[in-house]
DNA sequence: GTTGACCTTAGATGTAGCTCTAAGGTTTAT
DNA sequence: ATAAACCTTAGAGCTACATCTAAGGTCAAC
């Protein structure tokens, strides 16, 4: 198939899908007479797992290693799948927490701001930013 | 005080600090005859507005709302910065939510992987990114 | 009187992952 | 035959927020 229908069937944009090539990730398994990108089955695979990579959060370094991993399985252990997904899961896990911080302290914030229409002279949002803690 | 007390008092950059000034948060409030910066305590006090609203999680552009009303309060109502707070808090819990799902499903992905030094040849990491679902 | 710490500016660079443009060649349908 | 829809490349642009560089001026201490 031509980019476009990889396109169609994986959506991800063209644009997208030749940078994936340039960024080592995805390369058409062959070029047609007129130089144009033709995408086995297999390709369509790959294209579809780097797509749940970029779901679950994966950098394309990371979803890099994992195809790595999923082309040559024989030549790879488990370890390295599983140190790949315990550090996102702790950078995400990380990022939870600092969210949830913010998330605490905007709704601490806003607790006693009336929101209305008058001046916000008194407003508490903008007193305990300017105060502190 | 100059750029660099500022910097030491409130740990933002010097180069921030400019930067923060090309963008309107931040002017130093006089200019010595060499032309240097010349920070007033008002200003030290600003600065750290601006520090919480980032530690807050507030873009450049929402911060430099919020400035306007610190800065001009009776021109200003509650509501204004109660919408702040509230984008910011929606876009927050739609980030978390999304870390979340991503939490499980890597979770879910690893639960089922030794981890070990076997072949990643039945690695169930590399098995769901390739079934997917 | 020179070394080193400080200050200025404009503008370049970095991050990550795209997204788009320009300029041109090819294919398909009417 | 010609218009629309496709394809190619290299490289620019985008976001958001800094961070750094180059080239130069100023200041205080020993
Ligand atoms: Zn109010
Ligand atoms: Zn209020
Ligand atoms: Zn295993
Ligand atoms: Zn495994």
Redesign the interface.
Known sequence: MKISELEKRTGINAHTLRYYEKSGLLKASMRSVNNYRIYSEDDL?TA??IK??K???FSLAQTAA?LA??HD??L????????I??S??QE??Q??EQ??Q??G???E??AY?????????F?T??ST??A?K
């Open positions: 695979i579809l797992f749940r990579c779901e679950c959060g994992l991993i999923k399985k024989s790879h252990v488990c370890a390295e799948a599983k140190s997904t315990e996102k899961l995400i896990s990022q939870i969210l949830q913010m998330e302290t905007l709704t914030l806003q701001c009336c929101g209305g229409q008058e001046s916000a002279e407003c949002i903008i930013l300017e502190g």
